[in-house]
């Protein structure tokens, strides 16, 4: 049963636009959620978080948006840069001491 | 920057061998995990620790064993390889409070490929 969805294998924008991913989750429990960067051959980077009190959280060209009744966050990137093309996982934290995991959305910034 | 390193980064064995994954963190983190993860699917929980001489499974039933003796050290073992452990394992630590965010640094992963 995976608790961390992100349904979006992949996506594909052009420079200079907005990247929009997107995570659902179904455990109401959780009390953060996280945003890792994935380059090939590395292992995540943090990128951005958002406490389960929180609707919002913005950090430069990073926003992460949270909805709690419709237990679904997102992350938008703007403007989109080619250096921002990754795999992003959503991860969410059950007591501050466990991240559970989605299996990643690829973005590909086209120049 | 995180401190936190494996190695190897890549290891293709033979079924059978038994092999060590090693990780090392110098942050002083009481916290460390071993992720699994196969081509693109999530990050599977398989080992965490919350200190020296403190180990627990995680979600993902794995036949790897792991130990903490140094709070800096966390390795992971497999006795004898099959080729369904060939994955990448992603070693990470946190800082052990109580009131953080659960971020976790990520080591660059170990890839194993068992023949």
């Known amino acids: 049963d995976q608790q961390v969805k992100q349904n979006s294998p992949s996506l594909s924008v052009q420079e200079g636009r907005i990247s929009i991913l997107n995570c659902d989750y179904t455990?109401?429990?959780?009390?953060?959620f996280l945003w890792y960067k994935k380059y090939p051959a590395e292992g995540p980077t943090f990128l951005i978080s958002i406490s389960s009190i929180k609707d919002k959280n913005e950090d430069g060209r990073f926003t992460v948006f949270l909805n709690k009744s419709a237990k679904h966050l997102s992350l938008h990137i703007v403007p989109s840069q080619p250096g921002d093309s990754a795999v992003y996982f959503c991860a969410a934290s059950l007591s501050s001491y466990k991240l559970i995991f989605g299996s990643g959305t690829r973005l590909l910034v086209r120049p | 920057e995180a401190d936190i390193y494996q190695t190897p980064r890549y290891l293709v064995i033979g079924t059978g061998k038994k092999i060590t994954l090693e990780c090392s963190q110098t942050?002083?983190?009481?916290?460390m995990y071993w992720y699994q993860q196969d081509p693109g699917m999530e990050l599977h929980l398989i080992h965490y620790s919350y200190g020296v001489n403190s180990t627990e499974k995680g979600d993902l039933s794995s036949e790897s064993t792991v130990s903490r003796i140094r709070t800096e050290h966390f390795p992971l073992t497999l006795e004898s390889a099959r080729p369904s452990h060939t994955s990448q394992y992603l070693c990470?630590?946190?800082?052990?409070?109580?009131?953080?965010?659960?971020?976790?640094?990520f080591g660059e992963g170990s890839r194993l490929t068992v023949l």
């Open positions: 942050m002083g983190h009481d916290k």
């Open positions: 455990n109401s429990m959780f009390d953060y």
């Open positions: 990470a630590s946190s800082e052990g409070l109580a009131e953080n965010t659960g971020e976790l640094f």
